[in-house]
């Protein structure tokens, strides 16, 4: 299979008119999306489990979402966010000291490379020393020839940090986590919210009535989804005193309070609730991001054993680092560590609470490469999926994790969730806000008033959903 694509250096695009530029642009476009296309509906015909996943969805599957149209998030994030901010700007400045003279030229290289987004192809991952490898290169064998633009985006940005990792030489030993700066900086600038977070998870866990221990697992259960406006690889924290970074973080926890239900554009907490409080069973929680919204994570976890709904949480957690700022088993011992220190919180509470959870089994942490990768989530492997099967709820969190739940299709917006996800062994709550250009479960009315409201609804951050499937 040749080289099919390194054409993109522009739409051709001129205002008011359609080029010849642009017409072959579209052309490619079309060649390039039938390509992916029968490329994934081969894996597809394969059908059953084959030893991956759950299965596939049962609905037709939509085009996948490119990075080759100009003026989308998507377009943006490959041909300047991850170069410009993420790579040079925070991975290169912050590590200068630690890099060595060949990962400094690794990482130049690469920045060279990603300013030529449109015209090179993607190429195999290096025998770096990571046990992903393998897996790695037979995902992008799929996409032979295509290059960052024109491959999914869901691809290619999962290969960026895998790159990364290459570069930084972080499996030969060279260099630890390349964002462990920014996780440090992104804990610390919570600070202003901790006090009124750990009043609500300590007074929660204290939950008397069936009463209490529904309506504290509805503002917990919404406290863990706005968390997740506290993503690093969209809002750097700069600085441990990054004011603008605290602030979002008060933002998240009076969203809770104040207007979380206008800017929920799909709400089935009822339908979670009703699920759960048959009490007893574990439960699983696939995390997101380091930070703010790992704290949240851990009070819904905390809230989940203490109240007696799971007799036991796993939390899952990525093997190595990815996204700037997603989790991995490190970051949430150092965590708990962390706010075992500050006093005067209330957190101290909490995180004594949460060293108990771990040291008597109520807790687990568990790493995997899979969610370091860009499978959709109907490709699992069994090892995941034979655990989820035993699962009273998996809560999945953040944006990432909810392209791959859709497997980054261009579904329509008002496509029902539970349509989508049939494929899931397990009940499955996605708690998201909204940072990509791929969507469903939206009502049409939702999707007008939001589109009113902000013309850059489906990536500022501001809306969310709490989708499930029970």
Known sequence: ???????????????????????HHQHRRRLCLRLIQRRMAGKRAAGGRGGQGFGVPTLPLPIPTLSDEPGSWAFDTMSRRVNE?????????????????AARERLREFSRELERAGETTLRPIAQDGG???????????????????????????????????????????????????????GLASCAPALSPLAKLANGACASRTDEDVELNFKALLLTSLWGNRMDLSIWPAETEEDVESGQRAAEAMAEVIGSSSTMLLADHSERVWLEVSRRGGRMDLVLDN???????????????????LASKV????????VFVSDAMEKDVLGTIRELALAQGTGMEEAAARWRGHIEHGRWEVREDEFWCTPLAFWEMPDRITSHLEGSRMCFVKGDANYRRQLGERQWKHDTPFEDVSAYWGCPVCCLRTMKSEVACGISREDERRASEEDGSWLVSGRYGVVHART
């Open 290 to 308: 380091a930070g703010f919204e790992l704290v949240t994570d851990l009070c819904l976890a905390d809230f989940l054993v203490t109240s007696g």
């Open 85 to 101: 901010e993420i790579l040079r700007g925070m991975v290169m400045t912050d590590n200068e000291a630690d890099l060595s003279d």
């Open 131 to 185: 046990a992903d490898v393998d897996a790695w290169n037979a995902i992008l064998s799929q996409y032979e020839g295509l290059t960052w633009l024109t491959a999914p985006w869901v691809v290619t940005e999962y290969y960026f940090y895998r790159r990364i990792l290459e570069a930084c030489g972080y499996f030969a030993g060279e260099l630890g986590d390349p964002f462990e700066r920014q996780k440090e900086n």
């Open 1 to 23: 299979m040749g080289p099919v694509l390194g054409w993109i250096r522009g739409t051709g695009r001129v205002e008011g008119k359609v080029t010849a530029a642009h017409r």
């Open 314 to 321: 796993v939390l899952h957690a990525k093997a190595y680092p």
